[in-house]
């Protein structure tokens, strides 16, 4: 089954601090991963794909295949970074994306 | 280009009832896709539409029915409400020029419908 797991529901950090927002996948085959944000009164948005292997916004993720995993990624974060995270999988050939429950990130000065 | 837009913002219906709602893309979008996203989920694909036609659909019961317009507006039609169809109901609008059917287009979010089944 195709499936995508964010553990943590909330993640609370200073501001500076690392962060790092897990999630993981089962799917058959290979996938294609995303993150998307959503801001606090605003739409749905696409932060990164791993395809792309881009740095947005300081943010980064990497596919780990043998852990299943795509975890999001940022050094030092801002008060901006405050938002609602969602993993998201893609199946091969189709346009389909399989969310995550999402993770808040709360991030205080 | 005010992006995908959604109407209307929010719904009211009661039990048994029918509900429209509906989606105009993104300016140069022919793909729209709808997904249901319930309190503290994620959203869920219901299905795509593509010239026409449903092209891909998600786990959902026949109640839950679609259509695109010639200009790519679309709309989602659900029969027969229940409760557990209170929901966060959003549309996603993809461009055309595929470089490859395999390929991925952005699809592009809409602020989204809500609607509450009582």
């Known amino acids: 089954a195709q499936r995508v797991t964010q553990p943590e529901k909330l993640l609370s950090v200073f501001k500076g601090a690392p962060v790092e927002l897990k999630c993981n996948y089962s799917?058959?085959?290979?996938?294609?991963l995303f993150w998307y944000v959503q801001y606090s009164r605003q739409r749905l948005q696409l932060l990164l794909r791993h395809i792309s292997r881009e740095s947005i916004k300081g943010f980064t993720a990497d596919l780990n295949k043998g852990e299943t995993s795509f975890h999001l990624k940022k050094p030092f974060a801002q008060e901006e970074d405050s938002a609602m995270y969602y993993c998201a999988l893609r199946s091969y050939n189709t346009d389909k994306l399989i969310f995550g429950t999402g993770t808040r990130l709360q991030v205080f000065p | 280009d005010a992006g995908v837009t959604q109407s209307p913002t929010h719904l009211i219906k009661t039990r048994g009832q029918q509900v429209t709602l509906r989606c105009s893309p993104k300016s140069g979008h022919d793909t729209v896709s709808w997904y249901q996203q319930a309190l503290g989920q994620g959203p869920q694909f219901i299905f795509q539409y593509y010239e026409e036609e449903e092209r891909q659909r998600g786990n959902f019961p026949d109640r839950f029915s679609g259509h695109q317009f010639p200009n790519y507006s679309s709309e989602l039609n659900v029969n027969a409400l229940l409760l557990g169809d209170s929901a966060l109901y959003l549309c996603?609008?993809?461009?055309?020029?595929?470089?490859?059917?395999?390929?991925?287009?952005?699809?592009?979010f809409g602020p989204g419908t809500r609607l509450t089944v009582l």
């Open positions: 799917y058959s085959g290979s996938p294609e």
């Open positions: 996603a609008s993809s461009p055309a020029n595929r470089v490859r059917e395999s390929s991925y287009n952005e699809q592009f």
